[in-house]
């Protein structure tokens, strides 16, 4: 390893560490240290003083995260400071010596450099394991959180870690979920990934992120950012599906494969939707009669369930002051939608503890089975009978998300008609949804107000889930308007777990998309859009592909519209499909450069990754401000 820290500075950084002395080796202390580089002008090295931490068993032995610099060149790196006696060095791979100086005439010390970015996973997970485990991730349990979705992980996440630092900091409480992407479709395994020509944007693993890079980056992004105070690491939506029962076993057995893959991280969202039958709801179209229902209730359970379900839901339930009576029928009905998948859900579950053990990895896990991906708005009634179920069979969820009528990465409507002010009307958004009762009941009970609307229904979903001891989970959030989250927050009266992904990317495309024309890295984000484009004429994005050329027709051109304003006035194919296109190839490069569009981000330039994590960050904490409640 080529050493850019110059000796000099790896003697005056000595010094500074021995300031420690018999100290406690505590955040104010840290706080001292990250203020003094200052005044030594350091040219080859940013210490990173929030993560510095001394070895368990050797307290005179310290580490400290940095970053070495020369020139545009940054390395980020592990330094070691030790005492020249002290024994080699076995925790960590590649280390170099830098140094060897007396700190303030007192016992000599070695300075060594050890490789510390996400790719070093040996050293970022023996730093995390074996010397500071404060930076290990930790089941969320009640505490509210805004999920971080983390599709460039190197460039976002250490936004993110600054972000719930300034929340910490202004309000007390810890809202950290950094580590997010779904399991089984944003990232997957690395065998996939090594595969994976590009030439599919839809298929899995369109970030070239893998399960396990990005539980390293986490643990990375932790250390640099000093983050000792807990956040969750989560494997999002492991997605079962398939046409028939083969296609739906091999897809059982890829999500406990992608599962066994996220063995350290501590929670875990699982979607079984493809086994809801969905017909078994009076709201569908073509809902079954009772006598089907009834039919293929006898089918699917064996007499023993047939009369545990019966006896277990046929009774009032009791919430605070709201009483819920399920009925026989009801029950009946709510046994089929969702019966298949809860049992799905019990052996994913199982799976889970079981990999946890096998790996030797901290058993407790946060768990939250999906309902958001139903067809259908989720009641009280089925948000009941899941989370009993699962209580009561011994896997009780910690999270659960409802479907409220969210599109991922769209406004929710504050109006019923479409208007340019206000943007689409919830009569145009609900349009060729499941969704009967949504219009009648704003119009009827809520004086045509989508947004009060969506409070109540939220406030009371949220008192179920408080009922079972969990916390509401609110899928697809990106895009939302600041009333729409400050309805939720009152509405939960801020316990929430609020999931965003894409939009910490959007801002990404912003940057870019805001150079000036002929810029490279503003024809970069040209060249993504216009393959994205031939990619949907040559339908690749099923029904949404027609959708690309009406936004060109529309004239939006490869705008993706305002944040502020959940990009209603931008091109919304882009905005849905365009971050697919990093893990596509750079076809048409000038300059014959095909590697994939991610490979050529992550090399970002200082002032373009600083403006990004600034709007990321930014974002993080407004989201967190509007859902406190």
């Not at 009993?388 to 019923?416: D, M, S």
């Amino acid at each position: 390893m080529d050493l850019l820290l110059k000796p000099s500075e790896a003697a005056a950084l000595t010094e500074l560490i021995s300031q420690v002395g018999g100290r406690e080796l505590n955040q104010n202390l840290r706080d001292e240290l990250a203020v003094l580089p200052a005044a030594y002008g350091f040219s080859s090295v940013r210490p990173l003083f929030r993560s510095l931490t001394s070895h368990p068993a050797q307290p005179a032995t310290f580490y400290l995260a940095a970053d070495e610099v020369q020139g545009d060149r940054v390395r980020p790196v592990l330094l070691r400071f030790a005492p020249a006696s002290a024994p080699p060095e076995d925790l960590f791979q590649g280390l170099t010596q830098a140094v060897q100086t007396r700190a303030g005439g007192g016992r000599e010390m070695a300075v060594g450099v050890i490789p510390f970015r996400p790719t070093d996973q040996a050293n970022v997970r023996s730093f995390a394991e074996k010397v500071d485990r404060a930076f290990l991730p930790r089941p969320q349990g009640d505490l509210p959180a805004v999920a971080a979705g983390n599709r460039h992980p190197e460039i976002s996440l250490p936004a993110v870690f600054d972000a719930f630092r300034v929340v910490l900091d202004k309000t007390g409480v810890n809202m950290a979920s950094t580590v997010q992407l779904s399991a089984t479709r944003e990232m997957t395994l690395d065998s996939v990934i090594a595969a994976r020509d590009g030439e599919d944007p839809t298929a899995i693993g369109h970030t070239r992120v893998s399960i396990r890079h990005l539980y390293h980056a986490g643990l990375w992004a932790a250390a640099r950012a000093g983050w000792r105070e807990g956040y969750n690491a989560e494997a999002d939506h492991v997605i079962i599906t398939g046409k028939g029962p083969d296609e739906i076993a091999r897809s059982i057995e890829d999500g406990k494969e992608a599962i066994r893959h996220a063995a350290g991280y501590t929670k875990f969202t699982t979607d079984t939707s493809r086994l809801f039958e969905l017909q078994a709801d009076v709201r569908h179209p073509q809902a079954w009669s009772e006598a089907v229902v009834a039919e293929r209730f006898d089918t699917l359970f064996t007499p023993g369930e047939r009369r545990w379900i019966l006896d277990e839901f046929t009774r009032t339930f009791r919430l605070g002051e709201r009483d819920y009576s399920l009925g026989g029928n009801q029950a009946i009905r709510l046994a089929v939608k969702f019966g298949r998948s809860l049992k799905l859900n019990e052996e994913l579950y199982d799976w889970i503890r079981q990999v946890k053990a096998a790996e030797e990895m901290t058993p407790a896990f946060d768990f939250e089975p999906s309902l958001d991906e139903a067809d259908t708005l989720t009641t009280p009634e089925e948000l009941i009978f899941a989370m009993h179920w699962l209580k009561v069979r011994g896997r009780p969820a910690q999270l659960v998300p409802p479907n409220l009528g969210f599109k991922k990465r769209q406004a929710y409507p504050a109006a019923v008609a479409s208007a340019p002010e206000t943007g689409i009307g919830l009569e145009d958004y609900v349009r060729h949804r499941m969704w009967p009762e949504l219009m009648p009941r704003v119009v009827r009970e809520f004086d045509g107000k989508p947004l009060a609307e969506l409070g109540a229904r939220v406030r009371e979903l949220a008192a179920v889930a408080r009922f079972f001891n969990g916390t509401l989970s609110i899928h697809s959030g990106s895009g939302k308007q600041a009333e729409v989250l400050e309805e939720i927050g009152k509405a939960t009266a801020g316990r929430v777990n609020y999931k965003i992904s894409g939009e910490l990317q959007l801002q990404l495309f912003d940057v870019l998309y805001q150079q000036p024309t002929g810029n490279c890295w503003r024809d970069l984000y040209e060249r993504m859009a216009a393959r994205a484009n031939r990619f949907a004429a040559a339908g690749a994005f099923g029904e949404e592909s027609e959708l690309a050329a009406k936004y060109l027709e529309l004239g939006k051109g490869s705008y993706l519209g305002d944040s502020a304003r959940g990009r209603v006035d931008g091109n919304l194919f882009l905005v849905f499909w365009v971050g697919n296109l990093v893990g596509s190839r750079d076809v048409d490069s000038p300059d014959g450069d095909r590697r994939f569009f991610k490979d050529k981000i992550d090399e970002l330039p200082a002032s373009l990754l600083q403006e990004t994590r600034r709007r990321n960050q930014e974002y993080i904490a407004w989201l967190a401000s509007h859902l406190r409640g």
